[in-house]
């Protein structure tokens, strides 16, 4: 039995840490926060309740394999899953209005063909189906093994593009962007718009994100989006009361300071307030739920990468990602039946928009007027104090703190009132029922999962050289691994349970270990 140290109580984290209990090991979980789950927080006020973070979930076979090898109770009598239905309204600048039936491909080539004309849905169905091709190819080695020296294979775009046509055509081409696939294959501005606002979602510019990014819309189509009663926060306590169950210890407010080294290999943890000539945390293993840029101060400036190695800054750092806006809206009066979970609000000028998030010629300097708004309308009363009320989530995609100065509140609040007036094409009379509001900004996000800048990692893709990788699970150090959002494989949900899963993988099977099975 070893002893095993865990930086940080996120998703990621506690995920390797049930996983390593069961398997025998002695685990403790140093945590600088005051509770666990990371971005996945909860705000409450007189009876309203609202996710911190992600709204849903994708994928949620990730979390139904750590229930099952962790315990005798499934993921579905921990919490209480439910399929959204539709998967998302989207409302478009010219008013189109369209609905997308959750997890059904002829649904939705249906939807397409009866809101844009018909053909619609055949051009969205080609392009979802060599995306498939593309997640076939990379998913082992982007999502269910461990990063190996062999990842600048990775490097290359992994989308199929079909031989051109005609008298004069030329072997296959490979399309530098998804903006590229978009433009070319789906023609509709509205189709384009649809593709590109799942890599805007995702932290990730269109115009440069690879083609294979459209194995995100794929992803969502196939596997359908679901959501936890109670609010996405349920999840993050039901996977604490596993680790819990499995007799993982868990300190709140500890901050960890610094991963003490001996003979070139990890052997404990110091921590803030300790004093001096305190006892280290002994430990036989650390896992690191920290962004993996923190690492090289935390080891006293040794680096635990080699050259060649995917790092933090060849892997899209935290100053070079997006962040998140959300506004929480305490609304009077009852919602309507019907009405849809998910809405996503188009913006009218993707270019401005994304000059704004990622940086255009200028640079972003302030937040977009009208960016692209997702609207989230849970029908779940435990969100709210009673049947004559709703709670509103509104988010949308912004550039980091440091581009923007999300600490003046002029900014934030200017932003928040954009959000709220693009969202009333997706709420008919918002304005006058928000009884109050709460603003988040990436320097929330950011004290929540000590990410600079608030910023949120996006999954980990191939193509773009390599350029949208996370460092790998096994670092060089003897004795270190890395897990969470901004290690392999990567931002969200399902890849934040992977990573723990691939941690515990790589602690009791060995470096050696080729990934589940």
């Known amino acids: 039995m070893a002893r095993i140290a865990v930086i ?13 209990a069961v398997a025998g090991h002695q685990v403790a979980v140093y945590e600088r926060g005051s509770g666990h789950g990371g971005a996945l927080g909860r705000f409450e006020r007189d009876g309203f ?13 990730v979390y139904r394999d750590l229930f099952i090898k962790t315990g005798k109770e499934p993921l579905e009598q921990c919490v209480e899953l439910s399929q959204v239905d539709p998967s998302a309204r989207h409302v478009f600048p010219d008013g189109t209005d369209l609905l997308l039936p959750n997890a059904s491909r002829a649904g939705v080539l249906g939807a397409l063909d009866g809101a844009f004309g018909a053909g619609s849905g055949e051009r969205w169905s080609d392009l979802i189906n060599r995306a498939r091709d593309a997640w076939d190819a990379t998913r082992r080695p982007l999502l269910e093994e461990p990063l190996r020296d062999d990842w600048p294979a990775l490097r290359r775009d992994p989308f199929p593009v079909p031989a051109r046509r005609g008298l004069f055509r030329r072997g296959p081409r490979r399309p530098a962007t998804l903006a590229d696939v978009g433009a070319r294959e789906l ?24 083609a294979g990014a459209t194995v995100l819309p794929y992803l969502e189509q196939t596997f359908g989006s679901w959501y936890v009663r109670g609010g996405m926060r349920a999840l993050a306590d039901a996977v604490y009361r596993r680790c819990r169950a499995r007799r ?18 990890v052997a404990g943890l110091t921590l803030a307030g300790a004093g001096a000539g305190a006892p280290e945390v002994a430990a036989d293993a650390v896992v690191a739920g920290c962004p993996p840029a923190a690492l090289p101060a935390l080891l006293g400036g040794v680096s635990p990468w080699h050259d060649g190695d995917v790092r933090p800054s060849a892997a899209g750092s935290a100053a070079g990602s997006p962040g998140r806006l959300t506004v929480f809206l305490a609304l009077s009066g009852a919602r309507p039946a019907g009405a849809a979970h998910r809405t996503v609000v188009h913006t009218d000028d993707r270019d401005a928009e994304l000059d704004a ?19 989230l309308r849970p029908d779940d009363p435990a969100t709210r104090p009673d049947a004559e009320h709703e709670a509103v989530t509104l988010t949308a995609t912004v550039a980091a703190h440091g581009p923007v100065d999300w600490s003046d509140p002029a900014v934030a609040e200017s932003a928040a009132d954009h959000l709220v007036a693009a969202a ?12 109050w509001r709460e603003v988040r900004t990436p ?9 600079a800048g608030g910023a949120v990692p996006p999954p980990a893709l191939a193509g773009a050289d390599g350029g949208l990788l996370r460092p790998a699970n096994l670092t060089r150090v003897p004795g270190l691994y890395l897990a969470g959002g901004w290690a392999h494989p990567g931002g969200g949900l399902p890849h934040a349970g992977m990573s723990g899963a691939l941690v515990a993988g790589l602690i ?10």
């Open 8 to 20: 940080g109580a996120g998703m990621g984290a506690m995920a390797a840490a049930a996983r390593l």
């Open 49 to 61: 309740a609202f996710d911190t973070g992600p709204g849903l979930l994708h994928l949620p076979a």
């Open 187 to 210: 023609r509709d501005p509205r189709l384009v718009a649809l593709l590109e606002s799942h890599a805007l979602a995702h932290g990730l510019d269109p115009r440069t994100a690879p």
């Open 248 to 265: 993982v210890e868990f300190s709140f407010g500890a901050e960890v300071t610094g991963i003490v080294l001996r003979d070139g290999r």
């Open 357 to 375: 998030v990622f940086g255009g010629r200028s640079g972003p300097a302030a937040p977009y007027r009208r960016p692209t708004v997702t609207v």
């Open 424 to 435: 009333g094409a997706a709420v008919p009379g918002l304005a006058g029922r928000v009884l």
């Open 443 to 451: 320097l929330d996000t950011a004290a929540d999962t000590g990410a």
């Open 508 to 517: 009791v099977e060995g470096a050696d270990w080729r990934g589940s099975q």
